[in-house]
């Protein structure tokens, strides 16, 4: 049996953290506001495969079900405001997620933009 201690035990898993590749993925309709998100998947295309799914599930017509944003070790946000006018972003921080999902949303002149659904892979 390995036992691993301390400042060892630290470097085990930071080292095991970063190499991981926790994906995650935001599908949006502007037509009908249905979405589709995903998050810990092992790579980039399964991730964005699950939230198109899960977009598609919400809605008759599924080619309206766009890429939002991906993400990679990270944080993912969805911000839609009035009509149905939307922007999404990533960032290090739900925080910052949030607020660049925001900014873009109100960037295309929509408004009454809120945070729709917001979320980290495991870091």
Not at 4 to 14: E, Q
Not at 45 to 70: F, G, I, K, L
């Amino acid at each position: 049996m390995i036992r691993i201690t301390g400042f060892a035990a630290a470097a085990f898993l930071v080292s095991a953290a970063t190499a991981s590749a926790d994906y995650g993925a935001i599908y949006f309709s502007q037509d009908t506001g249905a979405y589709g998100y995903s998050w810990n998947y092992r790579t980039q295309e399964a991730a964005e495969d699950a939230a198109y799914n899960e977009c598609r599930r919400h809605r008759s017509r599924p080619r309206d079900c766009v890429m939002a944003t991906w993400f990679r070790n990270a944080c993912g946000a969805l911000a839609v405001g009035d009509g149905n006018g939307w922007g999404a972003s990533w960032g290090r921080t739900i925080r910052e997620a949030e607020r660049k999902a925001l900014n873009t949303c109100r960037d295309y002149n929509n408004t009454g933009c809120r945070v729709e659904v917001s979320f980290c892979s495991d870091q």
